[in-house]
């Protein structure tokens, strides 16, 4: 499973939902039921701010609904890491864990910090949750005037008997949400 790892192109995205600043658009992907999603939102906000915000693995973002615990499990450097994580799912539904490989990489020529995220099982052992497995990135942008573009593209296979549609149905509005409180939490 990867980012992009169908052969659609920029152009293959659906606008679901869009807000002001605030766009949402999701696409298939190969051999998934799963849609893929891309959430995107300027702020008002320095980078350090919005960084702060996204946080370091130790504890839930404050921005993430459905997070309901995470720490980091290996540091590796400055730049890579492996986080183990708890999505809080609606009752009834068995709430989901994953381990998260971060690895950054800055690109000076487009001021954008890249952190490409893969889940990895190998380190951690599976308890109480279905494990979920997911992969994409965040995209921190610098534009002017002390503005911020983010954007996140993730794909996930939340495991379990979760039947698609209803995932799926429910991708863009929860996107929409999270990228919300992550505005508001780096504007005031």
Known sequence: MAV????????DWELQSEDGTLQVFTREVDDSPFLEVMA????NAPLPRITELLGDGNGCAE????CRSSQVLEQVSDVERYVYQVLDMPWPLTDRDMVIHSQTRLDPDSSSAIVNLRTDSSRHPPGDFVRAESVGQFILRVLPDQQVEFTYIMHTDLGGDLPPGSVNARLADSAMDDLRRLKALAES
Do not use: C, F, L
Not at 40 to 43: D, E, F, I, L
Not at 63 to 66: D, H, P, T, Y
């Open 4 to 11: 992009g790892a169908n052969s659609a192109t920029e152009h």
């Open 40 to 43: 995107k939102v300027q702020m």
């Open 63 to 66: 921005w993430r609904a459905m």
